[in-house]
């Protein structure tokens, strides 16, 4: 196992991008809370980046439904990569959690805190589609 290790001054690098991810993503969360606090007060809380089919659905329930939606799946993201911060500290980083083979470094620049390589992955989703 220890040949597949990733090397000190990578971890740091993939640990810097790591906590970039998750400031963004706080940075989201945050904006969430701020709008849904507001739109608490005064009732037109808007998050328009993330609007969509404003015209169809434009009642404050949907915005506040989607907006709960968006903040479930960034605390989600941040769960994720703080469990990819923690494998960076137990240096198990990089490593696919299924076969242990090393998760390929283009992979990882996509979706730094990826679990398993890509065979894995592609595995593990299609078991999930037949589960439906
Ligand atoms: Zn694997």
């Given at each position: 196992?220890?040949?597949?290790?990733?090397?000190?001054?990578?971890?740091?690098?993939?640990?810097?991008?790591?906590?970039?991810?998750?400031?963004?993503?706080?940075?989201?969360?945050?904006?969430?809370?701020?709008?849904?606090?507001?739109?608490a007060?005064?009732?037109?809380?808007?998050?328009?980046?993330?609007s969509?089919?404003?015209?169809?659905?434009?009642?404050?329930?949907?915005?506040?439904?989607?907006?709960?939606?968006?903040?479930?799946?960034?605390?989600?993201?941040?769960k994720?990569?703080?469990?990819?911060?923690?494998?960076?500290?137990?240096?198990?980083?990089?490593?696919?959690?299924?076969?242990?083979?090393?998760i390929?470094?283009?992979?990882?620049?996509?979706?730094?805190?990826?679990?398993?390589?890509?065979?894995?992955k592609e595995?593990?989703?299609?078991?999930?589609?037949?589960?439906?």
């Amino acid at each position: 196992m220890a040949a597949k290790q990733l090397a000190e001054t990578r971890l740091e690098k993939y640990k810097e991008i790591l906590l970039k991810e998750k400031e963004d993503t706080q940075n989201i969360i945050n904006a969430i809370n701020e709008i849904q606090k507001r739109g608490a007060k005064d009732g037109n809380g808007n998050l328009s980046a993330y609007s969509q089919h404003q015209a169809d659905l434009g009642s404050d329930t949907d915005e506040s439904e989607r907006r709960v939606y968006i903040l479930e799946k960034e605390l989600k993201n941040i769960k994720l990569i703080n469990s990819a911060l923690k494998r960076i500290y137990d240096k198990t980083y990089g490593i696919c959690e299924i076969c242990g083979d090393a998760i390929p470094a283009n992979r990882l620049k996509i979706i730094p805190y990826a679990r398993y390589c890509i065979k894995c992955k592609e595995e593990e989703e299609q078991r999930k589609r037949r589960r439906k």
